[in-house]
């Protein structure tokens, strides 16, 4: 059974102040969500879904990506994910590893160690010990997830802690979430 990446871009970024949605703001040359996409392609997924909801990434995004539009972005990142996951079933895919489109510094290395990892049915990256993305959620957990809100493994992590690994990955973490972080990130 088939493995898929799974990039999750439904937000608006209300934090974001700049002229224009964070996802879509230059950075190295590209832009962010384009620079999270490569890192996620790179990791050799069968699939790879891009699922985004209040701005459309359509033209940031190669053959090789299924797009999915979330039309209930306004409810929450889990949303989201459900989209994502509806995707993975029809697919009969075993397992998703999901990031978040504003985290350019996540590499394909930790996307492609998250997959790998096969202790528990819920593989979570980590950084200097503390988790964060990259999560890999077998498709023997997707109904427990949440169908709304903000959150998604996350609130697996609290309620079956005996399901998750950790798994030790390279990289940077932040995500931008205002101009600040931008700029922040502009300037290493």
Request: with cysteine; glycine share 10%; aromatic share 6%.
């Amino acid at each position: 059974m088939a493995k898929a990446g799974l990039l999750l871009c439904g937000g608006e970024g209300s934090r974001f102040r700049g002229n224009v949605n964070k996802l879509v703001q230059p950075l190295d040359g590209s832009v962010v969500v384009a620079i999270s996409l490569a890192a996620m392609l790179g990791a050799g997924f069968e699939f790879n879904i891009v699922v985004d909801g209040a701005i459309d990434l359509s033209s940031y995004l190669t053959p090789a990506v299924l797009h999915v539009k979330n039309e209930n972005w306004r409810e929450g990142m889990a949303t989201s994910l459900q989209c994502g996951i509806d995707v993975a079933r029809k697919l009969d895919i075993e397992s998703i590893v999901v990031g978040l489109g504003d985290q350019p510094g996540i590499s394909s290395s930790s996307w492609k160690a998250v997959s790998e990892s096969h202790e528990r049915p819920i593989a979570v990256a980590t950084y200097h010990g503390k988790r964060r993305n990259p999560v890999r959620l077998d498709s023997s957990i997707w109904d427990l997830l949440p169908r709304s809100g903000d959150e998604g493994a996350r609130t697996l992590f609290r309620a079956f802690p005996e399901l998750v690994e950790e798994v030790d990955c390279d990289g940077n973490p932040r995500d931008i979430d205002t101009l600040e972080d931008l700029i922040k990130w502009n300037s290493f």
